[in-house]
């Protein structure tokens, strides 16, 4: 499966974003989808997840309460969407397809096979 995603750019603090990825070759619906960000300077970290069926979400601390994922599987499209966005938000987001143990969304990247090649968000004051 490849993937493709979008919606970055450049925006305050305080405002909201939406970012989206959209995969092709394969049926999104066949994975548990995941993103990730890495900032400047720092490692690749998880954000969320959501099973293949949108049945479970998973969060990382700094994403709860401000970022929920989405998917619409007859669109082929995940989604982040960013409230109440922070400076330390700024990364290169990136979304992933986790293979197995679809029902079971993962916050390790060991566990997703295909990324795509993300997107940049910056967060201005």
Not at 2 to 7: D, I, T
């Amino acid at each position: 499966v490849q993937l493709q995603a979008s919606g970055g750019g450049l925006v305050q603090a305080g405002a909201s974003l939406r970012l989206s990825c959209t995969a092709s070759g394969r049926t999104l619906s066949n994975y548990a989808m995941g993103w990730f960000r890495r900032a400047p300077g720092k490692e690749r970290e998880f954000v969320a997840s959501i099973a293949r069926n949108g049945g479970s979400t998973y969060y990382e601390n700094f994403a709860k309460g401000r970022f929920t994922i989405s998917r619409d599987n007859a669109m082929n499209t995940v989604y982040l969407h960013m409230d109440s966005l922070k400076l330390e938000d700024t990364a290169v987001y990136y979304c992933a397809a986790q293979s197995w143990g679809t029902d079971h969304p993962s916050g390790s990247q060991l566990m997703y096979d295909f990324w795509g090649q993300g997107t940049l968000v910056t967060v201005s004051s």
